[in-house]
């Protein structure tokens, strides 16, 4: 029997999971899927090794009051019952923040799990759903080695001016710095880098993922020099629901002025800012690439003029630029927005080759294009799944 690696994504209203052998040589995961609008209507879905889906549906009786602990926890009841292929031999999971302690992955212990919870004031949103994961793996199988992987860690490699924000010192020190994230995504596409641009991939790129989330990473030597996120995920880009960089003056207008208090205010740029606070249509690119509303128009060009624009600040950050990759889903998906970045990036030497954009070829670039622009896929899961490897 072959062992297997339990890869646990917990995010906000999902969970990916899958499945994957712990020798690498065995290939790709065994089973995968995901359990999505957690918190409203949860669904299920899974493929097998071959990407058919399978005809189940795990989540009878469970409605959008089940939180992600009883989801893992019936996630788990499944899995044990059936046989793909192997034992569970460790669990691997995405944890958002890991401090400026995490800067790799770790072995769950009691103390490392204490370390965790102290992290849940700095990303309230995100860390406890990656905790409650971590606590129903070590209800149901208390004996599995668990690993915990860290959006922050690849950041901490940063120059220290990159991660300071300009406030009174004693603040800096007592950890309000610039942390940054997703970073599992960043290590998947620094590891394939090679393989699509050679000894380019060392040079200075810049990756934009681009999802619901969406942030940009400065790379030199595939180290992250800067980032576009950073105390908190709300930070840089335009994204689905979050506003991205704002004027710190809004905030205090809209509690001095408009009545709101501080909940209502969070609840405004993490939830109904971006591109549908801007379009008044939705979050999703999909269904505003497909409107006529005038709005949903200019959601979609301030995405992309903000997009342009922080990409120059990482330039200015490189001192300079071989590369760009696209990843997540808009940037993988929508040659609309690449194309609409990459218009205003013409003054770096960006030339895109219209037909490889449309059919989504991995490089988009034209041959004489002073800048390498790559779409890469990206696999955060694999990542996991390696680090879990690495540490049993
Ligand atoms: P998450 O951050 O939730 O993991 P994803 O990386 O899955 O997000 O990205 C979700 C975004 O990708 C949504 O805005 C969705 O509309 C967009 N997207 C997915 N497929 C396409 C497509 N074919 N064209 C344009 N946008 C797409």
Redesign the pocket.
């Known amino acids: 029997m072959t062992d297997l690696i339990l890869v646990l994504n917990a995010?906000s209203s999902?969970i990916k999971f899958a499945l994957h052998p712990a020798s690498p040589e065995e290939g790709g995961p065994t089973l995968a899927g995901e359990i999505g609008g957690i918190g409203s209507a949860p669904d299920f879905r899974a493929a097998d090794a071959g990407g058919a889906p399978l005809d189940v549906n795990i989540l009878e009786g469970m409605d959008g009051s089940a939180d992600h602990g009883g989801l893992v926890s019936r996630l788990l009841d499944w899995l044990l019952a059936g046989d793909w292929g192997g034992c569970i031999a460790a669990a691997g999971h995405r944890v958002v923040h890991g401090g400026r302690r995490f800067d790799r992955p770790v072995l769950i212990d009691d103390t490392v799990m204490t370390s965790l919870e102290e992290l849940v004031p700095l990303a309230p949103q995100h860390q406890p759903h990656s905790l409650a994961a971590i606590r129903a793996v070590a209800a149901r199988l208390p004996d599995l080695r668990q690993v915990a992987c860290f959006d922050t860690a690849i950041h901490r490699t940063q120059p220290r001016l990159a991660q300071l924000f300009a406030l009174p010192r004693h603040l800096s020190d007592a950890g309000i710095i610039r942390y940054g994230f997703h970073g599992l995504s960043y290590r998947y596409i620094a590891k394939v880098l090679p393989d699509h641009l050679g000894d380019r991939a060392d040079g200075r790129v810049i990756v934009a993922h681009?999802?619901?989330?969406?942030s940009m990473c400065a790379m030199k030597a595939r180290q992250s020099v800067a980032t576009s996120m950073g105390f908190t995920p709300l930070d840089g880009l335009m994204m689905?629901r979050r506003s991205g960089s704002i004027d710190p003056g809004v905030l205090f207008h809209l509690q001095e002025s408009n009545g709101m208090d501080v909940a209502a205010v969070r609840q405004m740029l993490y939830r109904e800012s971006g591109?549908l606070g801007v379009s008044g249509i939705s979050?999703?690119?999909?269904?505003l690439?497909a409107s006529d509303d005038a709005n949903a128009k200019e959601a979609i060009d301030l995405f992309c003029y903000r997009a342009a624009l922080e990409l120059g600040s990482l330039v200015a950050a490189l001192g300079g630029l071989d590369a760009i990759v696209f990843t997540?889903?808009?940037g993988?998906?929508?040659q609309?927005?690449r194309r609409l970045i990459c218009d205003r990036l013409g003054w770096l030497g960006v030339e895109i080759d219209q037909a490889a954009n449309d059919g989504h070829s991995a490089r988009i670039s034209t041959p004489g294009s002073k800048i390498d622009v790559l779409v890469i896929p990206t696999d955060e899961e694999a990542v996991i799944a390696e680090a879990a490897r690495t540490l049993i």
Not at 210 to 214: H, K, P, R, S
Not at 283 to 287: A, G, W
Request: avoid cysteine.
């Open positions: 995010g999902s681009l999802g619901n989330g969406a689905g591109l979050n999703d690119m999909r269904v690439e997540a889903g808009i993988q998906h929508s609309t927005v």
